[in-house]
């Protein structure tokens, strides 16, 4: 994680809940879900009437934001089950706790602005493939912004959870080649 000092000289902390491991999926894996992502059907991320850079398709449920709400999405499907049991051990989770499954594509310049995600999800667990990425993170503090980054080499997950999750906003910086991730979401408990 790439962090800022203190005035002291000390490190800054990584945001409480949030783990990485940087090789979850070996090289083979990566390949192997990489050609089958390049034929997924794909349609370009919306938001409000606006489309972003990265396309996405989504399954188990989705968040549609014309409408304020989660809906059914198709099923997760088999090809993505092995990552989805790795996903959900990396996290302390079975598999049947994995609401959502969203594989995005990133094509140059593509990234994901300042955000938290939906609150109707819970836990994060996100897998990158291809090229590497850099997630950064923030905070309002009283005085500005407390602000930290990661960098997501391919085959690297990483878990949002307590406060990475809730009190952290994250943005990916925009790509300078091609990137997969797939990100797994869980239903927030209420």
Do not use: N
């Amino acid at each position: 994680m790439t962090s800022q000092t203190d005035l002291f000289g000390a490190p800054a902390q990584e945001p409480a809940g949030l783990r990485l491991d940087p090789a979850l999926i070996d090289a083979d894996e990566q390949s192997a879900l990489v050609a089958v992502f390049a034929e997924l059907p794909f349609a370009p991320f919306e938001f409000h009437g606006w489309q972003g850079a990265r396309r996405v398709v989504s399954y188990g449920s989705l968040y549609d934001f014309t409408r304020g709400r989660l809906e059914a999405a198709e099923p997760i499907p088999p090809f993505l089950h092995p990552l989805a049991d790795r996903a959900a051990g990396f996290a302390g989770l079975k598999r049947d706790a994995l609401a959502q499954a969203l594989v995005t594509e990133y094509q140059p310049g593509a990234g994901i602005g300042w955000h938290r995600d939906r609150p109707q999800y819970g836990q994060i667990i996100g897998i990158s493939f291809g090229a590497p990425a850099r997630i950064r993170f923030r905070r309002r503090t009283a005085s500005g912004w407390e602000r930290r980054a990661l960098d997501l080499p391919s085959g690297s997950a990483y878990l949002l959870d307590g406060s990475a999750r809730w009190d952290w906003e994250h943005s990916i910086a925009p790509m300078a080649a091609l990137r997969y991730s797939v990100t797994f979401r869980t239903l927030r408990e209420t």
